[in-house]
């Protein structure tokens, strides 16, 4: 079956960087749209960034400039890279892969203290 694994996410003072991963399995990685998505508390989920197969990217506004989203077809990872954090950023992150279905992991927290 289908699994998206997110990794990378902690606790970080603003201004501050963190890595996320999200390692996909069970997909054909390569011919796949990939995203990332968060989810604050009491908010709805919403697109970070979008990736797809060809490479094309579509950033939220908030963090373009600041965030940075890249894939590795070789390893069937996606990376999201944010850079100058802020406190705002503070969610749980999503990573979704779509390919005829849509597939979600299971998330990663982001803690942005101030």
């Known amino acids: 079956q289908v699994q998206l694994v997110e990794s990378g996410g902690g606790l970080v003072q603003a201004g501050g960087s963190l890595r996320l991963s999200c390692a996909a399995s069970?997909?054909?990685?390569?011919?796949?749209?990939m995203g990332w998505y968060r989810q604050a508390p009491g908010k709805q989920r919403e697109l970070v960034v979008g990736?797809?197969?060809?490479?094309?990217?579509n950033y939220a506004d908030s963090v373009k400039g600041r965030f940075t989203i890249s894939r590795d077809n070789a390893k069937n990872t996606v990376y999201l890279q944010m850079n100058s954090l802020k406190p705002e950023d503070t969610a749980v992150y999503y990573c979704?892969?779509?390919?005829?279905?849509?597939?979600w992991g299971q998330g990663t927290q982001v803690t942005v203290s101030s």
């Open positions: 979704k892969a779509y390919k005829g279905a849509i597939y």
């Open positions: 069970g997909i054909i990685f390569s011919m796949s749209a």
């Open positions: 990736i797809t197969s060809d490479g094309n990217t």
